[in-house]
């Protein structure tokens, strides 16, 4: 047996993508020097991230976009939880890509060491020629990738081009992602669900009912656990390996839930379908829905493929 030490037959994240983009031969390096990029800014923040009990992550929000700044040469169009307005790469910049991203997603977890996220999809502009808003304003379907990358007891990022589900872990020693979880696939069907449930009196009926049979199935099944962290993507993160729902429904409070379409409903869903799971925001499957404003909000159920059954039949129902 080779030493874990010792191994060097690692898949790197660099090669993994590079080996995905040599299956396109059209492609010209752009898209994988793009996720290069944004692998650097996941770094940087795991980095800042781990000191912040130390530092209070001086620096962090000052110095600010890492990604805006290493994507420069690539991207045209960033879109940004952080930022209210779009912000478009000068012209002599430009590539033909847009990243939409929450940088750190969960941060009101930050100050006691709970796991906490970056959350991104990449686009293709639709006319190099004419670039708008428009352009970041594109339904979840025409998603090229997405991922997100968890800052917890390791750092794991999480990544779909298109052609299935792959997870990487941060070798420290090494400074490298390293392929830990190749193809990864949702469980048909989970034993937990997920959700705030201190908004139970405002949900509206068919969560009421889904969540009531969670706990009480009237069907001879066992009852489903509860687990909720309140970190997008660590609650993800674990719905995606070991199944499960999570949800964030709208409410008499929030009509459109608290989730932001483009950079975490968008992204996450596009992982789950990747996965084999669903994305449903209530009415219609997630990835078809079109933005008409930038940070616009959506409720959301997503997870393993049955579950989501389970609450599409409940929202059917009500009609
Ligand atoms: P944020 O973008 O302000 O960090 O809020 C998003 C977070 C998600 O990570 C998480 O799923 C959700 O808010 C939790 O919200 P709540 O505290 O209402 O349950
Ligand atoms: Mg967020």
């Known amino acids: 047996h080779q030493a874990e030490t010792n191994r060097t037959d690692l898949m790197t994240i660099t090669r993994f993508v590079l080996n995905e983009q040599s299956k396109y031969p059209e492609s010209r390096g752009d898209f994988t020097i793009l996720l290069n990029n944004i692998v650097v800014g996941c770094k ?4 800042a991230v781990s000191k912040a009990g130390l530092a209070k992550l ?14 420069k040469k690539l991207d045209c169009i960033l879109v940004s939880e952080e930022v209210e307005e779009a912000i478009f790469v000068p012209p002599s ?10 940088p750190l997603d969960g941060s009101s977890n930050i100050d006691c060491g709970v796991s906490i996220g970056t959350i991104f999809g990449i686009y293709m502009v639709k006319n190099e020629a004419k670039v708008s808003l428009e352009d970041a304003l594109q339904p979840g379907n025409q998603m090229l990738a997405a991922g997100y990358c968890m800052y917890g007891s390791s750092c794991t990022l999480v990544l779909s081009t298109g052609n299935g589900v792959n997870g990487f872990t941060l070798d420290p020693s090494l400074g490298e992602f390293i392929l830990t979880h190749p193809n ?17 009196n405002n949900w509206d009926e068919p969560t009421t009912k889904y969540v009531q049979k969670c706990k009480f199935p009237q069907d001879g099944s066992p009852a489903k656990s509860l687990r909720y962290i309140g970190s997008m993507v660590a ?3 674990r719905t995606l390996l070991y199944g499960g729902i999570f949800m964030y429904p709208a409410d008499v409070k929030s009509p459109n839930g608290k989730l932001r379409i483009l950079y975490e409903v968008f992204p996450m869903s596009y992982l789950m379908e990747q996965a084999g799971g669903q ?17 616009e909000r959506s409720p959301i159920f997503l997870g393993s493929y ?7 039949e409940l929202y059917a129902s009500s009609k």
Not at 64 to 70: A, H, M, P, W
Not at 191 to 200: D, F, L, P, R
């Open 93 to 102: 910049n430009r590539g033909k890509y847009i990243v939409v991203f929450d």
């Open 58 to 71: 001086i620096g962090l929000a000052g110095e600010t976009n890492v990604q805006g700044e290493e994507q």
């Open 235 to 237: 609650d993800v993160h």
């Open 44 to 47: 940087f923040i795991c980095s």
């Open 279 to 295: 994305a449903f925001t209530g009415k219609q499957r997630a990835l078809d829905l079109v933005p008409r404003k930038l940070h």
């Open 184 to 200: 990864i696939k949702i469980p048909r069907k989970g034993k937990i669900y997920s959700v705030n449930e201190g908004n139970a």
């Open 306 to 312: 049955d579950d989501i059954e389970q609450i599409k």
